[in-house]
């Protein structure tokens, strides 16, 4: 529902309220951003009438802040048509036995320009509309009523159903409300209890007039105007204007006079009474939606859904056998060779399912494995929850829903999701460092040289201990050569062996910290599409609802 005022309405319309309109017209914005920060989120029924007040109150400021609308309220008897007569000092409304059996109610507005599209927007017939010129208004200064639109409202203790719902229709668009009440009846449980105490908030706006006063004895008046009072305290209207009058007879009608003139030259009772229903409206929803601060998601949270998941789809454990592969792998090809059959036979990625010399593909084997596949959901789904709980603290039921549906909506596929997340993982598993290949080579070089040179000094010992002829070895460094080639040989292969070991270790601790790496990225990315953006776009849209709300309060 937007806040704004249509395009063919006056630049600023609540300029007419004098300088704290422009307050007010914000305060309305508020309510109407606050309403559609809560849409969805909110129940519809509980939204309407924040909704309804925006529009009604914009599309009110956008044809006449130049008017002030007054209802005259009261039950059967009450005088509140002959009141009606007496302040337009016309012969408008019917009375007693003439009151027309219409569910309309009549008005009359003073001074006509702007005043009859305000009066087809309430839904007033052309039939019931009068308008008064100024110009025939014998009223004193201070009584005059230029500006002033008069609503005389069906009475509210009418047995007709049609009157009850135009009246609390009617209620609702005026900027002042006059409650007349009848000297026998002021007490009237039914007019207290439906319209009088429930609008306690609009005590501002509100004028009580307690009609017939000279079917009272003079000296009781007075008595009779502060029990008056003291109910409306004791109703939660305390400071409310309230007059003694007798339309037939004219007592207190001028003091009535005066009293709208100067709300109407103030222009502060139609900001009053839509302030009033801002107010109340922003309240309402504050009660159901709540305001309050709320700590929202911290690095903490993130870091723990985060982990929750990479543990769901075991990627410690394949970082943990992608370091062990790698140190395997390279212990085999650049180890010693007499020596390599001490090494694990089966490479820790095969257990996994995982081909070593391939890629990590076959991971996705996971989601097709049913077994697999259940536990694997479980653990993310327990993991969202506890992300969504601890998103939702201090909000109200609502958004909590709210938050627990964007987050849990798609979980029937997040695991799918975190599968193929990890198979599109930049990860090289496959394969062997050059290197390592080309040490393999040395290896066995230096192998067939231990051997060769072995060879070569067991046959010098046999033909010095037996009668074979065999040519005196060279020399090196006063060392035969085969003692050289055998000792060469065997210092290459260990030492060989010895070197890449180290590097093999370190290789593995890197592949795997590169893999880590890549498998958080890839996880954070689900985290952040399925989970995290849809938890942020709801908490976002409660900090838009708060901070409209309190502003809108006032």
């Given at each position: 529902?937007s806040?704004?005022i249509?395009?063919?309405?006056?630049p600023t319309?609540?300029?007419?309220?004098g300088?704290?309109?422009?307050e007010v017209?914000?305060?309305?914005?508020?309510?109407?951003a606050a309403?559609e920060?809560?849409r969805?989120?909110?129940d519809?029924?509980?939204?309407a009438?924040?909704?309804?007040l925006?529009?009604?109150?914009?599309?009110?400021?956008?044809?006449?802040?130049?008017h002030?609308i007054v209802?005259?309220?009261?039950?059967?008897g009450s005088?509140?048509?002959?009141?009606?007569?007496?302040?337009t000092?016309?012969d408008l409304?019917?009375?007693?036995v003439?009151?027309p059996?219409t569910?309309w109610a009549?008005?009359?507005?003073?001074?006509?320009?702007g005043a009859?599209?305000?009066?087809?927007?309430?839904?007033?017939?052309?039939?019931?509309?009068?308008?008064?010129?100024?110009?025939?208004?014998?009223s004193?200064?201070d009584?005059?009523?230029d500006?002033?639109?008069?609503?005389?409202?069906?009475d509210?203790?009418?047995?007709e159903?049609d009157?009850?719902?135009?009246?609390?229709r009617?209620v609702?668009?005026a900027?002042?409300?006059?409650?007349?009440?009848?000297?026998?009846?002021?007490?009237?449980?039914?007019?207290?209890?439906?319209?009088?105490?429930?609008?306690?908030?609009?005590r501002?706006v509100?004028?009580?007039?307690?009609?017939q006063?000279?079917?009272?004895?003079?000296e009781q008046r007075g008595?009779?105007?502060?029990d008056?009072?003291?109910i409306?305290?004791d109703?939660?209207l305390?400071?409310?204007t309230?007059?003694?009058?007798?339309?037939?007879?004219?007592?207190?009608?001028?003091?009535?006079?005066?009293?709208l003139?100067q709300?109407i030259?103030?222009?502060?009772?139609?900001k009053?009474?839509l302030g009033?229903?801002?107010?109340?409206?922003?309240?309402?929803?504050?009660?159901?939606?709540?305001?309050s601060?709320?700590?929202?998601?911290?690095?903490?949270?993130?870091?723990?859904?985060?982990?929750?998941?990479?543990?769901?789809?075991?990627?410690?454990?394949?970082?943990?056998?992608?370091?062990a592969?790698?140190r395997?792998?390279a212990?085999?090809?650049?180890?010693?060779?007499v020596t390599r059959w001490?090494?694990?036979?089966?490479?820790p990625?095969?257990?996994?399912?995982?081909?070593?010399?391939?890629?990590?593909?076959?991971?996705?084997?996971?989601a097709?494995?049913?077994?697999?596949?259940?536990?694997?959901?479980?653990?993310?789904?327990?993991a969202v929850r506890?992300?969504?709980e601890k998103a939702?603290?201090?909000?109200?039921?609502p958004?909590?829903d709210a938050i627990?549906?964007?987050?849990?909506?798609?979980?029937?596929?997040?695991?799918?999701?975190?599968?193929?997340a990890?198979?599109r993982?930049d990860?090289d598993v496959?394969g062997?460092?050059?290197l390592?290949?080309?040490?393999?080579v040395?290896?066995?070089?230096?192998?067939?040289?231990?051997?060769?040179?072995?060879?070569?000094?067991?046959?010098?010992?046999?033909?010095?201990?037996t009668?074979?002829?065999?040519?005196?070895?060279?020399?090196?460094?006063?060392?035969?050569?085969?003692?050289?080639?055998?000792?060469?040989?065997?210092?290459?292969?260990?030492?060989?062996?010895?070197?890449?070991?180290?590097?093999g270790?370190?290789?593995?601790r890197i592949?795997a910290?590169k893999?880590?790496?890549?498998?958080?990225?890839a996880?954070?990315?689900?985290?952040?599409?399925?989970?995290?953006?849809?938890?942020?776009?709801?908490l976002?849209?409660?900090?838009?609802?708060?901070t409209?709300?309190i502003?809108?309060?006032?």
């Amino acid at each position: 529902m937007s806040s704004t005022i249509p395009a063919e309405a006056p630049p600023t319309p609540v300029a007419s309220f004098g300088g704290e309109g422009n307050e007010v017209s914000a305060r309305l914005d508020a309510l109407a951003a606050a309403v559609e920060a809560a849409r969805g989120r909110i129940d519809d029924k509980v939204l309407a009438p924040g909704a309804e007040l925006s529009e009604r109150a914009a599309e009110r400021l956008r044809l006449s802040g130049e008017h002030t609308i007054v209802a005259l309220a009261g039950a059967t008897g009450s005088g509140k048509s002959s009141l009606f007569n007496a302040l337009t000092d016309l012969d408008l409304a019917g009375v007693g036995v003439r009151r027309p059996t219409t569910s309309w109610a009549l008005a009359c507005a003073w001074g006509p320009e702007g005043a009859q599209g305000l009066l087809e927007w309430m839904g007033i017939p052309a039939r019931h509309q009068v308008s008064r010129l100024s110009m025939l208004d014998r009223s004193a200064e201070d009584q005059k009523l230029d500006g002033l639109v008069l609503l005389d409202l069906p009475d509210h203790d009418s047995t007709e159903v049609d009157h009850h719902l135009e009246m609390d229709r009617l209620v609702k668009y005026a900027d002042v409300l006059v409650w007349v009440l009848d000297p026998q009846k002021y007490a009237d449980a039914a007019l207290h209890d439906r319209y009088i105490r429930p609008m306690a908030s609009f005590r501002d706006v509100t004028v009580v007039v307690l009609n017939q006063i000279d079917r009272i004895p003079f000296e009781q008046r007075g008595n009779a105007l502060a029990d008056v009072k003291r109910i409306l305290d004791d109703e939660g209207l305390q400071g409310v204007t309230v007059i003694g009058a007798s339309a037939t007879r004219g007592d207190g009608v001028d003091e009535l006079k005066r009293e709208l003139a100067q709300r109407i030259r103030a222009k502060a009772s139609a900001k009053g009474r839509l302030g009033s229903d801002i107010a109340g409206a922003a309240s309402r929803l504050a009660d159901v939606g709540g305001t309050s601060q709320v700590p929202g998601i911290g690095p903490v949270d993130r870091e723990a859904l985060d982990l929750a998941l990479l543990d769901c789809v075991g990627v410690p454990q394949l970082v943990e056998a992608i370091e062990a592969s790698t140190r395997r792998r390279a212990t085999r090809l650049t180890g010693w060779p007499v020596t390599r059959w001490l090494v694990r036979r089966t490479d820790p990625l095969q257990e996994l399912g995982i081909d070593p010399e391939r890629s990590i593909s076959r991971l996705v084997r996971a989601a097709e494995v049913p077994g697999e596949a259940n536990v694997q959901r479980a653990q993310a789904e327990t993991a969202v929850r506890d992300f969504a709980e601890k998103a939702s603290v201090g909000l109200e039921v609502p958004w909590r829903d709210a938050i627990r549906l964007v987050s849990t909506s798609r979980s029937d596929d997040i695991v799918i999701s975190l599968d193929r997340a990890i198979v599109r993982a930049d990860v090289d598993v496959a394969g062997s460092a050059v290197l390592w290949r080309i040490v393999n080579v040395l290896q066995w070089l230096a192998l067939v040289v231990l051997v060769g040179g072995l060879v070569w000094w067991g046959l010098e010992v046999l033909a010095d201990n037996t009668s074979m002829t065999l040519r005196a070895a060279p020399e090196v460094a006063g060392y035969e050569l085969p003692v050289v080639l055998a000792v060469g040989g065997l210092a290459v292969g260990i030492g060989l062996a010895a070197i890449f070991r180290i590097v093999g270790w370190v290789t593995g601790r890197i592949r795997a910290r590169k893999a880590e790496r890549a498998f958080t990225a890839a996880i954070e990315e689900v985290a952040d599409s399925r989970v995290i953006n849809p938890v942020e776009t709801e908490l976002a849209a409660y900090a838009q609802f708060r901070t409209n709300i309190i502003r809108a309060r006032g």
